[in-house]
């Protein structure tokens, strides 16, 4: 259980140190991870005096979320704000193309 909580607290604290310039795809790694960890520690039989003995730690690591998940937060935005350009500017291509399509014309060489 312990080796589990420092891994926990490894990763964490790799992701604090390059949070402000983190990318989706290394938010979505660390989350796989710490997804992983957090299995492995829930399907071990944990005594009340392990339990006790680790609260702190988990609380500490606890507290970090919110400072992640503001990061987290912040690339919804951002990735939103992309789509919502994207999809206006299709829009605005769409108004200054053509609407009409040109009928083929044929033309009667024997009259």
Do not use: C, W
């Not at 299709?90 to 083929?104: C, I, L, S």
Request: no cysteine.
């Amino acid at each position: 259980m312990d080796s589990l909580i420092g891994k926990l607290e490894i990763i964490t604290e790799q992701l604090l140190g390059s949070l402000q310039f983190a990318k989706q795809e290394e938010l979505e790694d660390f989350i796989e991870q710490r997804q992983a960890l957090i299995k492995q520690l829930v399907e071990l039989k944990i005594t009340p005096d392990q339990a006790s003995f680790h609260r702190n730690r988990v609380i500490a690591l606890l507290e970090k979320d919110s400072i992640i998940t503001a990061r987290i937060s912040e690339i919804q935005v951002e990735n939103q704000s992309g789509i919502t350009r994207m999809n206006l500017a299709k829009k605005q291509k769409a108004t200054y193309e053509a609407d009409y399509v040109m009928d083929p014309f044929m033309f009667d060489k024997k009259k």
